[in-house]
Each structure stands twice: as structure tokens, then as C-alpha cells.
């Protein structure tokens, strides 16, 4: 009798766990991000709104654990997307495959494919051109916009990657994206381009 | 018993018309020439189907008591074949009668249909309305690209004249209803639609997304305000202008916030850097009634809300929250709230 109590009590939990696909989870009020942080200054005077304009805000620029449920998550990765074309990021990356800035779908990283590295491009700029966005935006949607520039060369889960493009579909869906390794992954390593 | 309670609401009816059909949201309070026809074309489905279930139920009442009756007599007065021929009579006079009142809805509906379809743009306000998740944008296209005035989630329209919309949407699929003005007309990604409509009465109409698009679709609202060609004008010119500078420090400092933080991401302030065209244009926020596409009352209380968290109002909206210091959010509302 306790046996049969103590296979259906793992059945279930196991059925719990099963059911708390990461995949599915929307969360609309993510928390602020825990202190556990590098503070981030603008690296470049190529800043959002001209030289000066991008503050230095706590709350904004620590970097925390990055989320790393983004990756596995349907709603983050979209939404991600969904920034990519808000911010303009398309300007100078297009859909992935590099235009005045250095393309997104490839192996190759010069400031590295980790999602902290790819955090701190976006919100403290690089020389040569990315801009700094500091606090201009909120953490939470740097990290989707992580994930999702990770998922362009398919580092992230691929059953959570978008399937489809809202504009023309000029670049293979995200989710059948080709996994490209990272070739320099570290921001040590700085790739120069011939 | 049902009967009766049937009976009764249809009594209830003519005297219940005064209170539900009027307001500022209703079809059947038509305020211009397209939803007059359309109004029109609703009373006329409804009093011929309001009389045709009246007569079926008098009907049947009727037929319950004559059968009673015919058992009564005996079959030599009237033979079978009689009722035969009477029975071929009744079914042949109904179904007649159902084909004329089908094609009495129908003339009405092609009727109306076409009236509504293609009025004149002749002097037509031109406004290209865009559905976005969850709010409204709209441009007031002029061929001077100065003049050209773009606002959200509150128009001004003259009465008598008609207005063109050009209707797009940014996102999934919208549907563009002034229920006073003109009928529903879908917003398809990636397509252009047109819907013409004319207000004759001076009002407030609101306007609702009639398609569902997500999780705020019902708070997707807009207010319109009809009024006197010469009020319009004024609005109009009071509308392109750029927005106040900051007089007070608490505003100037309002200013940067709204420059440094998140908000120049995404929004419109015409005369400041912010260039944003994501979310809804504020130039002239505090002139409008409502925030939020017509969630909430345009207060400092509620405005306030809305930045710090918006997910709380608005579950899934587009806008992230911001947890701005109280000084900050103090110097933000102040700067919003002169933008009039």
C-alpha cells in the first residue's frame, strides 16, 4: 500500500515537472534583476540620443545571472524579435545577416556569444559603431533581445525559437536556424576582420 | 408560462428603446448618414422578425385550438381530401410569403449595403488610422508634409464633411468600429482598407477594435469627437504644434528623464529628440481624457500608475514598467501633464 503511494506521489511529481515546460511560461512583470553585477559605463561616446544622453543606472546596468529560462522560453524569444525590429537593431545588423554592422546568424563573435557579453554590447556600446543604450532599455528586454540574437545562429532551444517572420521572410526561421559554434567566444579574443 | 415571460419582454421592449439604444457607443444611436442606413437596416431585420415570430406564435396557438376542434366533427362534412387541399393551400401561401419577406431583408440589406459601401470622398477629411496591439494610431494626411499630424487614441473630426479612413495594421488583424458613425471594417497586416464615414450630430462616439488581437483587446478604445468645422480647424492648428518647453525645473528635469530613460524608446514627442514610433504619439498628452487607449482617466494619479506598472492595468501591454525613483516619476508627470 505504501509503495503504490510512493510510485503515484513520483508519477505525479514527475507529471509536475514535465508540465512546467519553461517553453510555454509568459511572464508580463519579470523581476528586477538581482545584484550579483558588473556595473556597466558607456564604452563608447556613440550613444542613444548623442554623446552624454546615456545615464548610468544602477537598476538598469547590473548584470545579474542572465535568465537563462529566456533561451528555453516561446514568449521571451518572441519578444526579443519583436525588439530587434523596434530598436532598429535590423539598421545596421538586417534579419542576421550583417549590413553596416557585423552579422548575427554566423560563427563568428567579436565581443563574444554569451548572453552576458551580448548584454553589455547592447547596453554599454562597442567602438566602431554600436551605440550604448544604457537604461534607455529596461534589463528584462536586453535579455530577451539576447536570447534572441543568440537564437539567430542556434544557440538557444530550438522548439522555443520563432517559426516565422511578421515582415518578408528573407532568412531561414530562427527555429530551423543551423547551430553555428561559436568561433571566438570569449571577449578577450578580439577577431579582427580582414 | 414561457409564453408570457416571451410576451412580456416584447411589451418591455418599446419602452426599454429610450435607455438601450442611445449612447456614445451604440449602433443604434446613428449620428451620420451611413449609420442612419444601418440603424435602419437593423429595425427593419428586427420589427419583420419581431412580427413573423408573433404570428407563428398566434399561429400555433391557433392551429392547437382548430384541431381540437376538426376532431369534433365527423369526416362526412368534410373528407379527407378537403384538408388535403387546405393543408397544399397553407403550406404553399407560408412559403411564398417566407420567399417575399427574404427578399424584402434582402432589397433592404442591398440597399443600405450600397449606401454605405461607397459614399462620397468628395472634401473628405483624410486620416490613415494604424491598429497596433493595443492602441490606436492615427495620421491626418495632408499634402503639405508639415501639416501632416500624427496623434493616437484621440481624433477630431469636422461634422458634415465626410472622413476617409485608410485603415492598416502594425501587427495581427483589427477591426475599426464607430459604432454611432459606420459599420465594422477589418484591419489586415499587410493590406489597405478604406472606411468612409460622416458624423451630422456634434459628440463624443467611441470607437472599439472588433476583432479580437490578443490579451488587451478590450481595451483598445479610442475616443472621437465631432464638433463644428470651425472647432476642428482650431483643434488641428493647436495639434501641429510642437510640444511646450519645460518651463518649471521640475518639468526641464521631467524632460530628461523622458529623454534618458525608456520612454524615447518607444515614444513621439514632436520638438524633442524623441522619435519613437513603437508606442503612441504624446505630444500633446495632457490635452486628451483618457490614457492607456481609453482604459483610464487621464489623471496624475492614474498616469502615474500606468508608467510604474503598466502591466498591472494592462496585463501583456507593450510597455515595459519602470521603476523610476519617486523624484524622477514626480519631474516625468510634471513635464507630461504641461504637454497640452
Not at chain 1, 148 to 155: D, E
Not at chain 2, 182 to 198: C, Y
Request: glycine residues 8%; contains cysteine; aromatic residues 10%.
Amino acid at each position: 500500500m505504501r509503495r503504490r503511494f510512493i510510485t503515484w506521489g513520483a508519477a505525479l511529481a514527475a507529471l509536475a515537472v514535465c508540465t512546467s515546460c519553461k517553453r510555454e511560461i509568459r511572464d508580463f512583470r519579470p523581476e528586477t534583476p538581482e545584484v550579483d553585477a558588473i556595473q556597466l559605463t558607456p564604452l563608447t561616446d556613440y550613444q542613444v540620443g548623442g554623446p552624454g544622453s546615456v545615464t548610468v543606472d544602477p537598476s538598469a546596468t547590473l548584470i545579474s545571472r542572465p535568465p537563462k529560462s529566456y533561451e528555453e522560453n516561446a514568449q521571451a524569444l518572441s519578444e526579443g524579435k519583436r525588439l530587434y525590429t523596434n530598436f532598429n537593431c535590423y539598421g545596421c545588423h538586417a534579419h542576421g545577416g550583417g549590413d553596416m554592422g557585423p552579422p548575427l546568424m554566423d560563427d563568428k563573435w567579436i565581443y563574444g556569444s554569451k548572453p552576458e557579453q551580448i548584454f553589455s554590447s547592447i547596453v554599454a556600446g562597442r567602438p566602431n559603431g554600436m551605440p550604448a543604450f544604457g537604461a534607455k532599455i529596461p534589463a528584462y528586454e536586453v535579455w530577451q533581445l539576447a536570447a534572441y540574437i543568440r537564437s539567430m545562429s542556434g544557440l538557444v532551444s530550438k522548439d522555443a525559437a520563432p517559426g516565422r517572420d511578421d515582415h518578408m521572410q528573407t532568412t531561414p526561421p530562427e527555429n530551423s536556424a543551423e547551430t553555428a559554434k561559436p568561433v571566438s567566444s570569449s571577449a578577450t579574443e578580439v577577431e579582427t576582420h580582414p | 408560462m414561457s409564453l408570457y415571460v416571451t410576451w412580456g419582454v416584447f411589451a418591455a421592449i418599446p419602452a426599454q428603446t429610450g435607455t438601450w439604444c442611445s449612447g456614445s457607443q451604440s449602433a443604434l444611436d446613428p449620428a451620420g448618414p451611413q449609420s442612419e442606413q444601418l440603424a435602419g437596416l437593423w429595425w427593419e431585420f428586427f420589427d419583420t422578425s419581431a412580427i413573423v415570430y408573433c404570428l407563428v406564435i398566434v399561429i400555433i396557438v391557433a392551429a392547437l385550438a382548430f384541431r381540437m376542434r376538426r376532431t369534433l366533427l365527423p369526416p362526412e362534412v368534410h373528407p379527407a381530401a378537403f384538408w388535403e387541399n387546405i393543408r397544399a393551400w397553407i403550406v404553399g401561401g407560408l412559403t411564398l410569403a417566407t420567399t417575399v419577406i427574404l427578399f424584402f431583408l434582402l432589397i433592404g440589406d442591398h440597399v443600405a449595403g450600397r449606401a454605405v459601401r461607397n459614399p462620397s470622398t468628395e472634401n473628405a477629411v483624410k486620416i490613415r488610422a494604424t491598429g497596433h496591439q493595443w492602441w490606436w494610431d492615427f495620421r491626418y494626411e495632408d499634402p503639405t508634409p508639415s501639416n501632416i499630424l500624427t496623434t493616437a487614441n484621440e481624433i477630431h473630426i469636422p461634422i458634415g464633411r465626410p472622413v476617409d479612413f485608410e485603415l492598416q495594421s502594425a501587427d495581427v488583424i483589427h477591426s475599426f468600429w464607430i459604432p454611432n458613425l459606420q459599420g465594422k471594417r477589418d484591419m489586415i497586416p499587410a493590406k489597405t482598407a478604406h472606411s468612409v464615414m460622416q458624423a451630422d450630430r456634434a459628440g463624443t462616439y467611441w470607437g472599439q477594435c472588433a476583432e479580437f488581437c490578443g490579451y488587451q483587446h478590450a481595451k483598445m478604445r479610442f475616443k472621437l469627437v465631432a464638433e463644428p468645422e470651425a472647432d476642428f480647424q482650431k483643434w488641428l492648428a493647436a495639434a501641429r504644434q510642437p510640444a511646450v518647453e519645460p518651463t518649471t525645473e521640475s518639468q526641464k528635469k521631467g524632460k530628461a528623464v523622458f529623454l534618458s530613460r525608456t520612454c524615447v524608446m518607444c515614444h513621439t514627442i514632436q520638438g524633442t529628440t524623441a522619435g519613437g514610433m513603437v508606442g503612441p504619439e504624446l505630444t500633446h498628452l495632457a490635452s486628451r481624457s483618457k490614457i492607456a487607449a481609453g482604459s483610464l482617466p487621464n489623471t496624475r494619479g492614474y498616469l502615474a500608475g500606468w508608467i510604474a506598472d503598466p502591466q498591472q492595468i494592462k496585463p501583456g501591454v507593450r510597455m515595459p514598467p519602470n521603476a523610476l525613483p519617486p523624484d524622477q516619476l514626480q519631474a516625468l508627470l510634471d513635464y507630461l501633464e504641461s504637454l497640452k
